[in-house]
Every structure is written in C-alpha cells, then in structure tokens.
C-alpha cells in the first residue's frame, strides 16, 4: 500500500478525516504510529508541530534542532495559526485532532493538501494517526501528489518516530515521579 499508507490499519486508511474534505478530489495518504504514552501527553506532542517541524530539520526547520521540551502554550490551538510553517489551522478537537489546509506557500511547495493529526486511543496508550489529502483532480495534481506521496512518506515516517520517541520519553518520566502505590 506504500506511498498512500504506512503504519496504518486498513480501517484508519478507509476511515474519513477532516482534511479529507479540504481539497477536491484528493489522493489520500495514512501514516500512523503506536505511542506508549496516554493520549493527553501525544496530543500535546501533536500540537508542537505548531512550534517546529519535528522531521529532518536541515531540511525543513533551517538547521534548527526542533525542541526536544514542550513548549508552554503550543496546546492552545486557535484557528487561522500556522502549523508545520506550511499550513494554517482550520479545525481542533481538544485532545483529540487538529486540521490544516496548505497556506500560499504551502500551495506554491506542493499544491492544495490539507491534514489531520489525532491522538487516538489504543488500550492504556495512544496512537498517532495522520492523514494528508493531496489534490489530485487534474493529470498535474496527480502526478505532483503522487511524487508528493513518496516524499512525505520519508518526512512523516521521521516526524511520526520523532513525536512517538519524545511523548514516550516524557511517559517514562512521568511514570518514573509517581508515588508508589
């Protein structure tokens, strides 16, 4: 199923998110990723790409290390801010997902492409499901999303693995200053 999914359940890669709905006739792509940590601290996690990319930061944050701390405040979405310096926010459900539609050079890079990040249950712990919906109505936007689809598998696979290692971090830390029972 590469590029269009990676990591994700059959069922996550069929089921309808936001961004599914913020571009015409899209070319869906599914990354997702297990997190051992609860979903309050992954969807914290999820709002930092408010903050910084969290991918290859030589290539898309200028050479700057993306935080490794939380930062005060990213949590607090508010529609119309930038995420991921490429795209503005459209929607949030607290704690749960946020969605985003390219901005004007969002567009330029890659064309119309909206995405979900959601913080979902999965037992005790979480997962990061994301879902990127690239334009793909015209032969242009389908060969561009198709390209799109290869490249954004190599830079969300990183980000997904960089966001999962920072939220179980934070878990164990969490765990480790807890009274004992």
Request: one cysteine or more; glycine letters at 6%; aromatic letters at 8%.
């Amino acid at each position: 199923m590469l590029p269009l999914a990676w990591g994700a359940t059959p069922d996550e890669h069929a089921r309808p998110y936001p961004a599914d709905t913020l571009v015409d006739r899209p070319l869906l792509l599914t990354r997702a990723v297990d997190v051992a940590a609860p979903v309050p601290l992954t969807w914290r996690w999820l709002c930092q790409v408010a903050v910084a990319p969290y991918s290859y930061d030589w290539i898309d944050n200028g050479g700057r290390g993306s935080p490794r701390e939380l930062t005060r405040g990213a949590d607090e979405l508010v529609l119309g801010q930038a995420m991921a310096k490429v795209f503005t926010l459209t929607s949030y459900d607290v704690a749960h997902q946020w969605t985003a539609l390219t901005d004007a050079r969002g567009r330029r890079l890659f064309g119309p492409c909206a995405m979900t990040f959601a913080a979902e249950p999965s037992g005790a712990d979480s997962r990061i499901v994301c879902r990127l919906a690239v334009a793909a109505g015209s032969p242009l936007e389908r060969v561009r999303a198709q390209a799109l689809a290869w490249g954004d598998l190599v830079m969300m696979r990183k980000q997904l693995h960089t966001l999962k290692e920072l939220a179980e971090r934070d878990a164990r830390r969490q765990a480790g200053s807890s009274p004992a029972s």
